[in-house]
Each structure stands twice: as C-alpha cells, then as structure tokens.
DNA sequence: CGCTCGATGTCGCTG
DNA sequence: CAGCGACGTCGAGCG
C-alpha cells in the first residue's frame, strides 16, 4: 500500500464525469492497484476512486500542464470498462509504502440472513403449531423469505427486515399478490417480522391486513446457542 | 489527517456487531474525528469505520490486553448514536499527521439527467406521432419524468431509469394513479423507459398494463450528436 | 458469468 | 428533521 499526500486534481470519466478541482488530499494506491483520494472529512467514502481491477501509470506532464504546476500526471485506467482517473499532482508532500499482507475480513453478526435463518429454526414464533415450508420460496419476482403454514394448514408468507420499513410492507405485498394467483396456496396470510418496525409500516401492514411480528434477536440468538450447546 | 499502519484487530458495535482479527491495516482519522481503517485491496469501502460526529479517545490496555500484546486500545464513539468502534493496536509501522484544508468537493455530471433530455427530443421512439407535453410534469407526489400525447390524443406518462427496477414501475404505477384522477387527462397509459429492463421488473410492468422501452443511450446520443452536427 | 437483493448502505434534495 | 430517490451504488449468494 502506498500512501501519498499531495495537492492534486482529478478527473473521472465513466459512468458519468466528474471534477475534483486543486486541493491537498490524500492518494491511496492499494495492492491490488486501486486507489482512492481522500479529503480531511467528510465519511468513509473517498472524493473519487477506481475500483480494482485497474492499471495505474505515471505519466510526466507535457509543457502546457508543467506550466500549470503538475509534476506528475497518474493515469489509472479500469481493466474491463472505460471508466478513467485521472490525477494531476502539483506537489507531493509525503509519500511511503508499506507491506499489508492479506486481510482475513470482517465477520459480521446480525443481519438480515441471521434472522431469516434463527425464524425458520424458531418456526413457532410465528404461533403455536406454525410449519415451516422453505426459505426463499421462488416467485416470479423473487424469492419470499419463508412460506409456512398455519396449524389449519394455510399458507403464511414471512418478509423479514432488520429496520421494517414502508418498503418491506410493499415487497411482501408484491409477494402475496402473486402467491395467491395460485390455486393450491391462496388464500396466503402476509406477516411482517423485523426486529424494529416503524410506525408508517405498522399501519400500512395492519391496513393490508398484514399481520407485524417483533423480533428479538438477542433473544433468538439466545435460543440458538441454547440448542447449540444441547447437542 | 493521521495515518496510521498498524497491526490491529477492531470490533464493531451499533446497528450490527462486526470483528476484525488481527492484520497489519491502514488506520486514517481524518480532522473531523472519522476513523477509517483499509486493508491493501478490495474497493473503496473500508473494512470498518466510523462517521463523523465522532470522538477518539486513547486508552491503555489494561493487564489481559497488554499481555495479548495491545499497546494501545483507541475508543471511537459516535455522537449521535450508540455506535461503537474499538480498535486494538498491537504494533504501530506508520504514524504521521497532515494539514490538508479543506476540500473544494467533487462535481459531478451524470448520465440520468441526460436520458431524459435525449428521450424528450426523440419522442418519436414512444411510437410514430407521439407529441412532447413536458419534462417534469407534475403531481401531488412528485413530477413524471415525461408526459407526452399519442397520435390519438391519449396521454402518456414516462418513467425513465438507467437501470429498470421493480422499484421504478412501483413509482410508475402511483404517478398513473394519480394522473387517472384527472378527469382531463384519464386514461393516461404508462411507459417504463430504460437502458436495460430487469425481467421482473418487466413482468410486475406487463401485469399492470404497463408498456417496457428499452432506450439505446449510444443510439439516442448519436442522433443528438448528428442533430447538433447539423445545425 | 449474470442476476437478485441486502447494506453499519451513503448522499443529496425537498417539504 | 424526515422522507424519498439515486448511486460510478458495492458485495454476497446462488443458479
């Protein structure tokens, strides 16, 4: 990895163009040749980037831009589209390289595929005598996150969302529109389950006759670990 | 800004829990207390952060930290939430500071915005005798992005999208909803515009009388380029 | 390889 | 401040 601070320019072309005009920043040229310029704040995300897998060549400024006070021009061309970045240094105020070695990555803990997995596991949160029939039951516009069926035997479609917001309720109505063209399910119960639903959500549920289920993760994590350790 | 290469191991707590085991990272806090740390490759994203409002707060390790090898443990609090981001440092390769100033900002010019432009002049491509009304017509919930006239008088409303979604026909379908309240303009017929059309999103369309138009931007832009060549 | 969907999404605009 | 749509969305998981 490469860190180079410096008063720079840039320009991306691409998916769109755009400019970043005469400032210091700071230049990451990363291992794998992406690289990414950095303002002093801001959040996470750099002014501009190119995304691996990318060639980075350095190029010296011809009279016109040597004039303007460039030193240095990077070329960072992307290696399976048009997408282009181009850096003009003006000066370098540091620059270092430092060996990295490969990462092991982030493990996280607590989305979405956590939940949907810990309901199918936990299938009677949804009622006593409740059955699960798959996750991820396909339909023409995707994949519903659990299908189950009620102790009477009717179908119920599970939509589950960390944050359960407006867009959820739509999704699981999308689903339940299709899924009750079929014969063999209809009439399919919705339930609506996240671990923090938002009051909009709640009432447009309750308005489509969706039924919202709260879920605690810790809770079913607890339950998991439980069995876990049972067996 | 303060760079810092470091073999470090992090942890993350808020809306999620997230770990990181130990690796030698790029640890970035920028002036307004954000704290980035990168590994040598993948993209632009960090593989863990924090955003600004933030503030870093340096703390020894305590005896079972410091016998693990931890010289330092930084807390990174977010001002505004419980979000948590600790970051154990066991060895520092790297450690400088730089005054960058602030950042003039990136300008943009997309792509989106041209679409529309492009499909207005050619709106021969919604069918032989089809008359522009407006960019931007608008409703109570937010302005269609084209509202044209078929040859036979009838209105038609335009979404237009670089990439077709079942989000965008959702947005389609509430705009008709409303157009066909008015008694004026009943009944307007809708057409899903875009580069590409996602097969789901072409049969939530179809199901709802909806017709898809696939724009070809390169073709559309080279008429405008003639067009402009000419005149 | 393409497609779909979630995301600590983030960003920016508007009411 | 909330809501909503766009994003150079990115990235994982699956067929």
New interface residues.
């Given amino acids: 990895?490469r860190?180079v601070?410096a008063r720079c320019a840039a320009r991306y072309t691409g998916?769109?163009?755009?400019?970043?005009?005469l400032?210091?920043?700071?230049v990451?040229v990363?291992?794998?040749g992406?690289v990414?310029l950095?303002?002093?704040?801001?959040?996470?995300?750099?002014?501009?980037?190119m995304?691996?897998p990318c060639s980075l060549a350095v190029a010296e400024p011809d009279d016109d831009a040597a004039a303007r006070g460039v030193v240095e021009i990077w070329h960072v061309q992307h290696a399976k589209s048009d997408d282009r970045l181009e850096i003009e240094l003006h000066e370098v105020?540091?620059d270092?390289a430092?060996?990295?070695?490969?990462?092991?990555?982030?493990?996280?803990?607590?989305?979405e595929a956590h939940l949907q997995k810990l309901l199918a596991e936990q299938i009677h949160l949804l009622g006593a005598g409740h059955v699960l029939v798959r996750r991820e039951y396909p339909t023409?516009?995707?994949p519903v996150d659990i299908l189950a069926k009620d102790p009477a035997g009717g179908a119920v479609a599970v939509e589950i969302k960390?944050r359960g917001d407006i867009d959820g309720v739509?999704q699981l109505t999308?689903y339940l529109e299709l899924l009750n063209r079929d014969p063999h399910l209809t009439p399919v119960r919705g339930v609506f389950a996240a671990q923090e639903i938002k009051p909009q959500a709640r009432v447009l549920a309750h308005d489509r006759g969706i039924t919202c289920l709260v879920l605690d993760y810790e809770a079913m994590r607890g339950m998991d670990d439980a069995s876990t350790r049972l067996f």
């Fill in positions: 990895m860190l601070v998916r769109l163009t755009a400019e970043l005009p400032a210091t920043r700071l990451v990363k291992a794998d992406s990414l950095h303002s002093d704040g801001g959040s996470y995300k750099p002014l501009n980037w995304s691996p105020l540091h270092s430092h060996e990295l070695g490969v990462d092991p990555g982030l493990v996280k803990d607590g989305v023409a516009i995707g960390r739509e999308r």
